[in-house]
């Protein structure tokens, strides 16, 4: 598309907003515009895509969060305009130019997502029932992946000879179910813990956490961006999608992950029932045994190889995430030892007092 194309396709829109475009850059879904009264940033997103995030995001400012990049008003007092069966949706252009540092952005994006979980916080309520339904339906899904994983080596071992998908897991066995394992022990210890319980605690997730959805302006000031799939739900959700991606990677272990989770939990620390839920979710070894129930099943048409591939890359998944949730736990367990601690020796001193 040429310059004058673009900004003949985009002046319908802007004219909503009494922006007069003289050039445009593509960016994906997102358009960089030149005009009269500055630089802007032109998103556009499905027509089925619901704008209850612009609701969101007024939450968050009457709440007094304000790291946030600003949606602007159309003339009309929209905050998105219809235009070709696509909606529009007009920001300021952040520079974003700061390419080095990465851990410290890391660090910043997590303290700035443990101030927005803070401030968006609330407790509701929740009945035994809606409770022990979560835990009962989970518990049937991982209960069955169990009997396909018996099932499955079971059926590997009696072959005389395995295809090299089926050696390959044989060999990576003990360590998936060792992982299934972990996450129904973790999931049992949060159902004990909470089975009384009649509130749950909530926050306003991002839904989309990424360092690509956190930009910085020209004072080095960190603000997210993208909040279409905002909700509110458990401060879980915008954890584990974050960090299941970060550890799609080759064998490695993630220290930052640690510090950079870390940074979180020191403003917005999870309560033991939460952690629980957390690393039971965050271990499930999921995605290795959806590639090993579409093998055995014959779902899929990819070839051995390639699956062979995603076995190992899944493998290295699950390992990576191993090493970030044995150390969070050491590191919670060696905190509640501390805590108990603490409390006999004050108890003590009471006592002889």
């Known amino acids: 598309m040429s310059d004058d194309d673009r900004l003949r396709s985009i002046s319908p829109i802007l004219n909503s907003y009494a922006v007069k475009p003289y050039f445009v850059e593509d960016f994906g879904s997102i358009q960089k515009i030149y005009s009269d009264k500055g630089t802007f940033a032109l998103k556009k997103i499905a027509l089925s895509n619901r704008t209850d995030f612009v609701r969101h995001i007024?939450?968050?400012?009457?709440?007094?969060?304000?790291?946030?990049?600003?949606?602007?008003?159309?003339?009309?007092?929209?905050y998105a305009v219809l235009h070709k069966n696509m909606l529009y949706y007009l920001m300021p252009w952040l520079p974003n130019e700061e390419r080095e540092n990465q851990f410290q952005k890391h660090q910043q994006l997590f303290r700035e997502l443990a101030r927005l979980h803070t401030l968006s916080a609330k407790d509701i309520k929740i009945t035994s029932d809606e409770r022990n339904e979560h835990y009962e339906t989970t518990v049937q899904q991982w209960e069955k992946d169990k009997g396909f994983l018996f099932?499955?080596?079971?059926?590997?071992?009696?072959?005389?000879?395995?295809?090299?998908?089926e050696l390959m897991f044989c060999?990576?066995?003990?360590?998936?179910?060792?992982?299934?394992?972990?996450?129904?022990?973790?999931?049992?210890?949060?159902?004990?813990?909470?089975?009384?319980?009649?509130?749950?605690?909530?926050?306003l997730v991002h839904g989309k956490v990424s360092i690509e959805h956190f930009l910085f302006d020209n004072r080095g000031y960190g603000y997210f961006i993208n909040f279409e799939q905002s909700r509110p739900a458990s401060p879980a959700h915008d954890l584990?999608?974050?960090?299941?991606?970060?550890?799609?990677?080759?064998?490695?272990?993630?220290?930052?992950?640690?510090?950079?989770?870390?940074?979180?939990?020191?403003?917005?620390?999870?309560?033991?029932?939460?952690?629980?839920?957390?690393?039971?979710?965050?271990?499930?070894?999921g995605q290795i045994i959806r590639t090993a129930v579409d093998y055995f099943q014959k779902t899929t048409r990819k070839q051995e190889r390639?699956?062979?591939?995603?076995?190992?890359?899944?493998?290295?998944?699950?390992?990576?995430?191993?090493?970030?949730?044995?150390?969070?736990?050491?590191?919670?367990?060696?905190?509640?030892?501390?805590?108990?601690?603490?409390?006999?020796?004050?108890g003590a001193q009471e006592n002889n007092s």
């Open 171 to 203: 060999l990576y066995y003990h360590e998936i179910s060792q992982a299934l394992l972990f996450s129904q022990r973790k999931l049992e210890e949060w159902h004990e813990k909470t089975k009384d319980a009649e509130k749950a605690r909530i926050v």
């Open 151 to 165: 099932e499955f080596i079971d059926q590997c071992e009696k072959k005389l000879y395995m295809s090299p998908f």
């Open 58 to 78: 007024h939450f968050l400012y009457q709440k007094g969060y304000n790291r946030i990049v600003p949606i602007y008003p159309a003339t009309d007092g929209r």
């Open 240 to 285: 584990l999608p974050f960090l299941s991606r970060t550890l799609k990677t080759y064998p490695r272990q993630c220290n930052d992950c640690i510090d950079w989770v870390y940074s979180y939990f020191k403003y917005f620390p999870f309560k033991e029932d939460e952690m629980m839920l957390f690393l039971s979710y965050l271990a499930y070894p």
């Open 306 to 346: 390639k699956l062979v591939q995603q076995l190992q890359r899944h493998f290295w998944h699950l390992k990576n995430t191993e090493f970030l949730v044995m150390k969070i736990d050491e590191i919670e367990r060696q905190k509640k030892q501390e805590k108990e601690g603490s409390q006999e020796k004050e």
